[in-house]
């Protein structure tokens, strides 16, 4: 059974710029989710994507934007990035949303510095 | 608005000792409470996790204990190890939607030898 995979694994960039953040599932989970976990805080819900629509949204501005693709791999797009983003981006994946299996499976995260 | 918050921060045991991390919540519609442990440069892993219609689950040497009404649950490492040193987070989530995790803050445990 393959976990969930992250990359890159470290990203510095500058205010302003761009970003793009992968995940791949684990095997036999289609829904994903994102999390953005600030140093020294718990994870905070981004949104998440179930049959490549957004399924669900935390309280994150417009320019956090996202995409699930037919094999149930995600990205994670941060526009217009701000100093307060630099954080540590999780991906989880789970069984799909309602069937009774809670459990969500995180990946080791990307780690995003912005300058 | 902080929907779980999490004590203590930080906790440092013992070899041996117990170690007990305090949650509480607000929103009275969450009805799956999981632990996650997370190790420096990992994501979290799910270590333990109880729904309110029971009021302790144990899991070899960790256990939930749940108070629905006082809206508190609590995580209980007996025979603390070194190994046990990481972060711990409480979370809740309302089951059926988009199931998202709300996180507490985090407790960081040290365990001394």
């Known amino acids: 059974e393959t976990g969930v995979t992250q990359s890159p694994t470290h990203l510095i960039k500058t205010r302003g710029q761009q970003v793009t953040l992968r995940c791949s599932s684990q095997s036999g989970h289609n829904t994903v989710s994102w999390y953005q976990q600030a140093l020294g805080q718990g994870p905070q819900f981004i949104f998440q994507?179930?049959?490549?629509?957004?399924?669900g949204r935390g309280n994150f501005p417009p320019r956090f934007s996202g995409l699930q693709f037919p094999n149930y791999s995600s990205e994670l797009n941060v526009n217009a990035l701000e100093l307060d983003d630099s954080a540590l981006y999780l991906c989880?994946?789970?069984?799909?949303?309602?069937?009774?299996?809670?459990?969500?499976?995180f990946g080791p995260g990307t780690r995003l510095t912005v300058l | 608005q902080q929907q779980v918050k999490q004590s203590p921060q930080s906790l440092i045991v013992q070899k041996g000792g117990i170690s007990i991390i305090n949650c509480a919540y607000e929103n009275t519609a969450f009805d799956y409470f999981p632990w996650y442990q997370q190790f420096p440069g990992k994501g979290p892993a799910l270590l333990i996790a109880i729904r309110p219609d029971v009021s302790e689950k144990k899991e070899g040497r960790f256990t939930i204990s749940f108070n629905k009404s006082a809206k508190q649950f609590s995580l209980h490492i007996m025979d603390s190890q070194p190994g046990d040193s990481a972060t711990y987070f409480c979370a809740a989530t309302i089951q059926g939607g988009s199931e998202k995790l709300v996180f507490g803050k985090g407790t960081k445990l040290t365990v001394n030898p």
């Open positions: 989880a994946s789970s069984a799909p949303p309602g069937t009774g299996s809670n459990e969500q499976f």
């Open positions: 994507y179930y049959r490549e629509e957004e399924n």
